[in-house]
Nanobody, 123 residues
Framework: QLQAYGGGLVQAGDSLSLSCAASGRPFGDYEMGWFRQAPGKERRFVAGIMSSGGSSTVYAASVKGRFTISRDNAKNKVYLHMNTLKPEDTAIYYC?????????????????WGRGTLVTVSS
């Protein structure tokens, strides 16, 4: 099971960090990703991190340079640190687990999804 938390209401330019806690499976075996779904839009890939963590990360172009994904396999957690937030970052953010790093950007490749957490960025 996955549970994302840490969302909230912030102003444009602020920073916010999301966390995702995993339980019930060997966390270190999975690639992890963050997706988001804005109001009235489809869910989209935000960031992904390889099972081993470190610098093996990928980002959507819209967040690259502003968001950072990281993980702590000892704590079974993955994080999304968001800087310089914009109103267009407003969305429900989901964490998810995958076994396919090569397809990390593709929603269909994920085998487990957490309940989302809402991030609202006011202008």
């Amino acid at each position: 099971q996955l549970q994302a938390y840490g969302g909230g209401l912030v102003q444009a330019g602020d920073s916010l960090s999301l966390s995702c806690a995993a339980s019930g499976r060997p966390f270190g075996d999975y690639e992890m990703g963050w997706f988001r779904q804005a109001p009235g839009k489809e869910r989209r890939f935000v960031a992904g991190i390889m099972s081993s963590g470190g610098s093996s990360t990928v980002y959507a172009a819209s967040v690259k340079g502003r968001f950072t994904i990281s993980r702590d396999n000892a704590k079974n957690k993955v994080y999304l640190h968001m800087n310089t937030l914009k109103p267009e970052d407003t969305a429900i953010y989901y964490c998810a687990a995958s076994r396919n790093w090569r397809m990390i950007r593709f929603e269909a490749e994920y085998v487990s999804w957490g309940r989302g957490t809402l991030v609202t960025v006011s202008s």
